[in-house]
Nanobody, 114 residues
Framework: QVQLVESGGGLVQPGGSLRLSCAASGNIFSISAMGWYRQAPGKERELVAAISRGVSTNYADSVKGRFTISRGDLKTLYLQMNSLKPEDTAFYYC?????????WGKGTLVTVSS
């Protein structure tokens, strides 16, 4: 098992930036991939960005060129978010995959508003 804790959310104006962090603990050596998902009110959870152990990344079309996912080390995942838009407002969740099973954090709220 792995435990995930997100941080870094908050209120930001349109065009601003935020960096989300995810701290992992537990069986971190078995993590094969990590990712960021988001869920806006009344909408389904969607993939924002993902990164494999081999540093291969993929992004949702809506965030390409604005968001960057990275791993600081085996225990830390980041999401750098630039040029934020009101439609980026959502709860952002960190995920980790171990042996085909996905684990989730409790989420951090990002609000983009003037």
């Amino acid at each position: 098992q792995v435990q995930l804790v997100e941080s870094g959310g908050g209120l930001v104006q349109p065009g601003g930036s935020l960096r989300l962090s995810c701290a992992a603990s537990g069986n971190i050596f078995s993590i094969s991939a990590m990712g960021w998902y988001r869920q806006a009110p009344g909408k389904e959870r969607e993939l924002v960005a993902a990164i494999s152990r081999g540093v291969s990344t993929n992004y949702a079309d809506s965030v390409k060129g604005r968001f960057t996912i990275s791993r600081g080390d085996l225990k830390t995942l980041y999401l750098q978010m630039n040029s934020l838009k009101p439609e980026d407002t959502a709860f952002y969740y960190c995920s980790a995959r171990i042996y085909g099973m996905d684990y989730w954090g409790k989420g951090t709220l990002v609000t983009v508003s003037s």
